[in-house]
């Protein structure tokens, strides 16, 4: 491993799009001969405010839930052998800063959104708005497979729905289709 070059940062939160950003970080982290930082934040503060007081998880639940996902999603990546130049954080604070701060001297930050190339009438979450708009290198977003509309094909995929993307399977600009998995 090329220890002069920048690492790549992944944010991960445990949904799927996120562990499809982190298979993505991975294979992208390898080809380039790159560490990679998995970073999974966690903000004690936040607390919706209409949920009930009797089911707020305190900050040591909260830190330890936050930890515990972490430690599924890598092992559910790499297996129960963490790789070399692989480092995982919990890092408590607000996902946006936390992940714009870890961008600082990042070569590439990979993040994952289940909003499928974001289409019409649809937004993309704050976290990856906040990142694409202020972080300090460059943005890859990788979005989960969408599930399947009633004709067979994938709603939302430029190959089958294309709404002006190229029928090639080319991506918007700034955004990596994730990995189709077998079925």
Same mark, same amino acid.
């Given at each position: 491993m090329n220890v002069s070059q920048a690492p790549i940062v992944v944010g991960v939160s445990g949904s799927e799009a996120s562990a499809a950003a982190l298979r993505?970080?991975?294979d992208e982290a390898r080809r380039r001969h790159a560490a990679l930082r998995v970073v999974r934040s966690w903000d004690a503060e936040f607390t919706a405010p209409y949920a009930s007081a009797d089911g707020r998880l305190t900050p040591g639940q909260q830190r330890a839930a936050a930890s515990e996902e972490l430690t599924a999603l890598i092992r559910a990546s790499f297996g129960s052998v963490f790789p070399a130049g692989v480092t995982a954080e919990l890092a408590e604070g607000v996902a946006e800063r936390t992940l714009v701060d870890r961008s600082a001297g990042a070569d590439?930050? $990979?993040? %994952? /959104? +289940?909003?499928?190339? +974001? #289409?019409?009438? =649809? /937004?993309? %979450? #704050? $976290? $990856? =708005? +906040?990142?694409l708009s202020r972080a300090q290198c460059p943005v890859v977003v990788v979005w989960a497979a969408p599930a399947r !509309?009633? =004709? %067979?094909?994938?709603?939302?995929? #430029?190959? /089958? !729905?294309? =709404?002006g993307f190229p029928r090639s399977g080319a991506a918007r600009p700034g955004l990596v289709p994730a990995p189709r998995q077998a079925r």
């Open positions: 993505w970080a991975a590439l930050l $990979v993040l %994952g /959104s +289940a909003s499928s190339a +974001a #289409p019409i009438g =649809r /937004s993309i %979450g #704050p $976290v $990856v =708005r +906040a990142c !509309s009633p =004709r %067979g094909d994938r709603a939302g995929d #430029p190959d /089958s !729905s294309h =709404r």
